[in-house]
């Protein structure tokens, strides 16, 4: 274990304590400054930048992105993002949902929504797709229809293309995969779709995608049609993980009332994280719908691989995560790793049973010796028992969410935290070591979300001790659904002409 002096200007990004208690330390005689961090800060538990909530919400005008399986949709919504969001693999049926992103051209913020391919004559699975992609056609303020250029139009472009005249929205028609002048000829053909001039665009090299977007702007309106959720601080961010074909996409279709996933029995179904507006008890809610985890993301190769990657960083752009175990099976070393990677974010967390219609008297009593030996690290997680498929007990997950983001975003007075600790510490001090016993001279609570607390003490702490400081932490002030944090700062040797050895 390594130790290295940090001062209180740059830990956790900025001032670990505020000039309240800097003024309450210098009353004390201790200067902040004056302490080093116990441990290694190669350990991602302290690391992370803290980053502030995003501001309020603007509406902003919806572009759908529509065409048949592996025209290039999602390479082209790629390109007029500028990043590598959607999932991206060379055979067809990658994309299944409705997928939003925000999108910048020119000064003017929209929302692009990538669709999985339209196929009017599918069937199975590829049905629920073809219906998604149906639903962002009628619920956006304009449609891109997009072409393979190489192909030409299809039976199935000509069916879409009679939907969408008799459509009142805005539409536009995408070229894609012209790479180089020779297909720029045969781009003319698909005028006879009778949707307007067809752009021809490389989704792969970026041609003709700054044309497109300027034809965008035109066409999509200042504002949306549907300004649902709009307004307040922004409706608060809940991410679904859990492992493949545990019931995230069902549970997502039942709180917002809408086939909003494409639900189906093969495992992995959903590829791209699904961001919805759900009104649930009363209050507007940002559900991501995320991919199945069921691999770590270092041994995951193609499409998995991405998946696992947007996943992880739905977590981190979430405020609190809805881990779905299923109740039927046996608690899983996956579901533990979903468990872990929430809580190493640092994010709310709410545990959530699923099919709870199938669990017997025998796998209830096997589900308390499971809850008692493999969730003991997530013990301080809210707890609720449902079944997406009948809705039993879905509307017990409001209050669970509330609970948490209370937690998460609570802050405790340093008066009031250090008068507590006085009297646990009072009643049990820290152990001897190294033939000293170290003091806890002051304690602050240096950020929120999650709750981070620093102690700055004479000599080292043991593990086992601030374990404990936690545990009295939780019992004394809650933070029931809330990860807590606890660092220590220990005060530095100081020697003649300098601040000392580390």
């Known amino acids: 274990m390594t130790e290295q002096y940090v001062s209180s200007e740059n830990i956790l990004g900025g001032n670990i304590v505020g000039a309240p208690d800097r003024a309450e330390m210098a009353r004390m005689g201790l200067d902040p400054d004056e302490f080093v961090v116990q441990g290694d800060l190669g350990e991602d538990e302290f690391g992370n930048p803290i980053e502030g909530e995003d501001g309020p919400r603007v509406p902003m005008p919806v572009l759908a992105v529509v065409g048949r399986p592996n025209v290039g949709k999602s390479t082209l919504v790629n390109r ?3 990043r590598r969001e959607a999932v991206v693999q060379d055979i067809p049926g990658v994309t299944r949902d409705r997928i ?3 999108a910048l051209w020119n000064g003017r913020r929209f929302t692009l929504v990538d669709t999985g391919g339209w196929d009017p004559e599918a069937t199975g699975l590829q049905a629920a797709v073809t219906a998604q992609a149906e639903l962002a056609m009628r619920t956006a303020d304009a449609v891109l229809l997009v072409v393979d250029a190489r192909v030409g139009a299809t039976i199935t472009e000509e069916a879409a293309a009679d939907v969408l005249r008799r459509s009142d929205r805005p539409v536009l028609l995408a070229a894609t995969k012209v790479d180089d002048e020779r297909l720029v000829a045969e781009v003319a053909a698909l005028w006879g779709l009778g949707l307007g001039e067809p752009h021809p665009v490389s989704g792969l090299h970026g041609r003709g995608s700054g044309d497109l977007l300027d034809a965008i702007l035109e066409a999509l309106p200042e504002t ?6 709009a307004g307040g601080a922004g409706p608060r961010r809940v991410a679904l ?6 019931g995230k996409s069902s549970l997502l279709n039942k709180v917002s009332g809408e086939v909003r996933s494409v639900v189906h029995d093969v495992a992995g179904t959903t590829v791209d994280p699904v961001d919805s507006l759900v009104d649930l008890d009363g209050e507007i809610w940002r559900f991501v719908d995320t991919a199945g985890l069921r691999k770590r993301v270092k041994t995951a190769s193609g499409m998995e691989y991405y998946a696992s990657l947007r996943t992880q960083a739905a977590i981190e752009a979430a405020e609190v995560a809805v881990v779905l175990l299923d109740a039927s099976e046996p608690i899983s070393e996956q579901d533990q790793r979903v468990l872990t990677m929430v809580h190493e974010a640092g994010r709310a967390l709410v545990i959530v049973f699923n099919k709870w219609d199938l669990v017997d008297e025998d796998r209830r009593a096997e589900m308390k010796r499971e809850l008692e030996r493999d969730l003991i690290s997530v013990r301080w997680a809210e707890r609720v ?3 997406a498929l009948t809705g039993r007990s879905v509307s017990k997950i409001a209050p669970a969410l509330r609970t948490a983001l209370d937690s998460w975003d609570r802050r405790i007075p340093t008066g009031q935290l250090n008068s507590w600790l006085s009297d646990v510490i009072a009643a049990t001090p820290p152990p001897v070591r190294g033939g000293k016993q170290p003091k806890v001279l002051f ?4 950020t929120t979300r999650p709750p981070t607390f620093v102690l700055f003490t004479s000599g080292f702490l043991e593990a086992g001790y601030r374990r404990f400081i936690e545990r009295r932490l939780r019992e004394e002030f809650g933070f029931t659904g809330s990860p807590v944090r606890l660092s220590v700062r220990v005060r530095e040797k100081r020697i003649r002409g300098g601040r000392g050895k580390r």
């Open 241 to 246: 993980v859990g492992k493949p074909n545990v």
């Open 224 to 229: 949306p049609r549907d300004d649902f959720g």
């Open 100 to 102: 939003s992103y925000d």
């Open 443 to 446: 304690a602050t609570q240096a």
């Open 80 to 82: 007029m993002i500028g």
């Open 385 to 387: 028992n449902i079944s």
